[in-house]
């Protein structure tokens, strides 16, 4: 069989098969989608080598490629295709190692649960539908695996369905980033009535002989999408709501592959965005407007999952701001680390909370003395988000702010300082307030088993290492990046410094966070209420349609269903009337059907005019 | 002076007429019974004078005639009999206290 068909083909099959077992059996045979997804990771290490170091080999032998006709419109066969290049071979890696790291994390994380069987079957069709999106060979199959993600992400939110937060953040979750998808299907409907293909490669070529307004419109619609997928303001609301699900769901998709997916989609489709020019100014205002947001948002919350919910968000702003520049490895290198750390972050967040019962930060405390090693993953993975040398973080980041910086794009540039500045610092309070100090309410910790504690440490030595990866990384996708200059990263380092230093300046040593509200307490409250976007969204959005569905329902109600009513009740009181008719007497009968005769005739006889 | 066929006509046609108010005013179900008897023979006549005058050579209507006469004696014997069931059952043949088919 085709290697690239197996990659995502293996774990759909457990889905299937774990969708048909009785729950009793699926929890005993958890092995089966740890080992497909073992069977991915080795076979996407082998895909990777093939294309491995990168452009010039693939000019060489030419990308892996699979077709399958799926069926014909008016004439023009519908293919949907899997091709093997660089950018894909790079997201199957990461796809395959977050997974596995998740699934191997889960079987301590979800011991006990009584649905656990489940919860590995969706995560098994989310591997799948993760890996057909990066290895889609052409829109109509990547729009495909799009939808069954979000399914995917709707179904592991809401696992805990007996909780009423859940329920409502997974249906939250599928709505919004639903809206995203009208955009993301109208472009899909534009393109093909442009170009007449969805095969990637074919668009991609021709996107430049589109004109400025259709690949405009395009790049936007495409962009609507990515913006529903990978929350970026002002669709950004689901995320931090989406944490009510578990918390290694959350490191899987709603840290590393999913909501990378919409970042995924413009790296893929750049050169429609650079045909239109426009497009790409908004990819840049939008991923900083959002980062600098959602950034400062994170900066107030209090539960442990939402700082670092705020803080993906923030992080896809600045992969968004990469590609902005029109540069495919700047937005990709920070995707690529970025899985990495952001999901050791979100596994570190999980055995704190497993051992701890609670995600109130308030509550914890002193965390550092009793969990070695989470401690030390946690804060590899801290490190490397602000962007400390020689972390990871620090060489993605730098990589975006280089290009910004080149481009020219000064107030984007220093919004995005601000935003790192912002990080560091919520990192920071984070950090201190977790891991320093003495044990608050929630009490001792006591640190997790090595079923939790051993993909933490792998993902810890990726985000240590991934970062020197930096020049190897631009030549694989076919782009020139350099070591990042001592003067901007010189930068970089002294705004992450210092908000560090704020951090512990307000922080540090279990100091009481209650003076700092004090002091700042209007910007306070109106970052603390998510800017009221929440609330505009609710109430003007959610509220229009309510009250528009009022309206609708007073029409259906009084108009509608008075004609139906209406023609009931004309019935029935026709029959009252008709009924004194039938006495039940014979004769009564006869005279009527006498006259009914006699009007006959007159008619009759006065239609024939005799 | 001759009698034409306007005039039987005229005589069926007096004759259904009464028939027709007999069957539908009078109370007793025997009445109705002859009343019926009346409007029928006035279609004996229309048929026989119409054959007579019309189409003398053939005895169409006449046939017709005989065949309806059957008919009616059997008809006047069967509705006498539902006339007696009907008795037996509510000891009245006035049509006025049987409202059984009232809706």
């Known amino acids: 069989m085709n290697i690239l068909v197996a990659i995502p083909l293996i774990p759909a099959l457990v889905f299937f098969l774990f969708f048909l077992l009785p729950r009793a059996t699926r929890t005993k045979m958890l092995f089966l989608p740890i080992g497909a997804m073992a069977v991915s990771l080795v076979l996407s290490l082998m895909a990777f080598s093939t294309v491995f170091p990168g452009a010039e080999k693939l000019a060489e032998h030419g990308a892996q490629f699979t077709s399958y006709t799926i069926g014909v419109i008016g004439g023009v066969p519908l293919n949907i295709s899997l091709r093997l290049d660089a950018l894909a071979a790079l997201m199957l890696l990461v796809v395959t190692i977050v997974g596995m790291a998740v699934q191997v994390y889960s079987l301590s994380y979800m011991k006990g649960e009584e649905r656990i069987g489940w919860y590995y079957a969706v995560l098994s069709l989310f591997t799948a539908a993760m890996l057909t999106l990066v290895l889609a060979g052409d829109f109509l199959l990547f729009y495909m695996s799009w939808e069954v993600m979000g399914l995917c992400s709707y179904l592991l939110i809401g696992f805990w369905n007996t909780n009423d937060e859940a329920r409502r953040a997974s249906i939250k979750a599928f709505l919004t980033t639903r809206v995203g998808d009208v955009g993301f299907a109208i472009g899909l409907a534009y393109m093909w009535a442009t170009v007449g293909s969805f095969d990637i490669p074919t668009v991609l070529g021709s996107a430049h002989t589109w004109g400025p307004g259709v690949a405009t419109a395009i790049a936007l619609l495409l962009f609507f999408g990515a913006m529903g997928k990978s929350a970026q303001f002002p669709l950004h609301i689901w995320l931090p709501d989406a944490m009510a699900g578990p918390t290694p769901a959350s490191a899987l998709i709603h840290a590393a592959t999913m909501v990378a997916a919409g970042v995924f989609l413009v790296a893929r489709s750049l050169p429609i965005f650079e045909a239109?020019?426009?497009?790409?100014?908004?990819?840049?205002?939008?991923?900083?407007?959002?980062?600098?947001?959602?950034?400062?948002?994170?900066?107030?919350?209090?539960?442990?999952?939402?700082?670092?919910?705020?803080?993906?968000?923030?992080?896809?702003?600045?992969?968004?701001?990469?590609?902005?520049?029109?540069?495919?490895?700047?937005?990709?290198?920070?995707?690529?680390?970025?899985?990495?750390?952001?999901?050791?972050?979100?596994?570190?967040?999980?055995?704190?909370?497993?051992?701890?019962?609670?995600?109130?930060?308030?509550?914890?405390?002193?965390?550092?003395?009793?969990?070695?090693?989470?401690?030390?993953?946690?804060?590899?993975?801290?490190?490397?988000?602000?962007?400390?040398?020689?972390?990871?973080?620090?060489?993605?980041?730098?990589?975006?702010?280089?290009?910004?910086?080149?481009?020219?794009?000064?107030?984007?540039?220093?919004?995005?300082?601000?935003?790192?500045?912002?990080?560091?610092?919520?990192?920071?309070?984070?950090?201190?307030?977790?891991?320093?100090?003495t044990p608050r309410k929630a009490g001792h910790a006591h640190e997790s088993d090595m079923k939790i504690l051993s993909p933490m440490i792998v993902l810890a030595l990726l985000s240590v290492l991934a970062g020197a990866t930096t020049l190897v990384f631009g030549e694989f996708l076919g782009s020139e990046t350099e070591w990042p200059s001592l003067v901007m990263g010189g930068a970089s380092t002294i705004v992450a410094l210092s908000g560090i230093g704020l951090g512990w300046a307000l922080f540090g040593n279990g100091r009481d966070p209650e003076a700092v509200r004090a002091r700042a307490s209007k910007v306070y409250m109106i970052v603390t209420n998510r800017f009221f976007l929440d609330l505009v969204a609710e109430q003007y959005i959610a509220g229009g349609y309510n009250r528009l569905s009022e309206k609708v329902n007073w029409f259906d109600k009084k108009v509608i269903n008075g004609i139906v009513n209406g023609v009931g009740v004309a019935c029935r009181q026709a029959g009252t009337q008709l009924r004194r008719l039938q006495a039940g007497r014979v004769q009564v009968y006869q005279r009527l059907v006498v006259a009914a005769v006699l009007v006959l005739v007159l008619v009759a006889v006065l239609a024939t005019g005799v | 002076m001759t009698v034409g066929l306007p005039a039987f006509l005229l005589l069926a046609a007096l004759l259904f007429s009464l028939g027709l108010y007999g069957v539908t005013s009078k109370k007793s179900a025997v009445m109705v019974l002859m009343s019926l008897e009346l409007m029928a023979n006035a279609v004996n006549i229309n048929l026989v004078a119409f054959s007579r005058f019309l189409t003398p050579e053939k005895m169409t209507g006449q046939v017709f005639a005989m065949f309806m006469m059957v008919v009616a004696a059997a008809e006047i014997g069967l509705g006498l009999a539902l006339v007696i069931a009907l008795y037996r059952q509510t000891k009245t043949v006035e049509l006025d206290h049987i409202n059984e088919l009232r809706g």
């Open chain 1, 276 to 437: 239109s020019g426009v497009a790409l100014q908004v990819v840049l205002i939008i991923g900083a407007t959002t980062a600098l947001l959602a950034a400062s948002m994170g900066s107030v919350q209090h539960d442990i999952k939402k700082v670092l919910a705020y803080s993906t968000i923030s992080q896809l702003g600045f992969m968004f701001m990469g590609l902005g520049t029109g540069n495919v490895s700047a937005g990709m290198f920070h995707l690529f680390t970025h899985a990495f750390f952001k999901s050791l972050l979100f596994l570190g967040a999980g055995s704190i909370i497993h051992s701890l019962h609670t995600q109130d930060m308030r509550e914890m405390g002193g965390v550092g003395k009793s969990m070695k090693v989470t401690t030390v993953t946690f804060t590899v993975g801290t490190l490397a988000l602000s962007g400390i040398m020689p972390f990871s973080g620090f060489f993605s980041k730098d990589l975006i702010l280089d290009h910004l910086w080149r481009e020219g794009h000064y107030v984007i540039y220093s919004v995005a300082l601000a935003s790192a500045f912002l990080t560091a610092f919520y990192m920071a309070r984070l950090w201190f307030r977790v891991f320093s100090g």
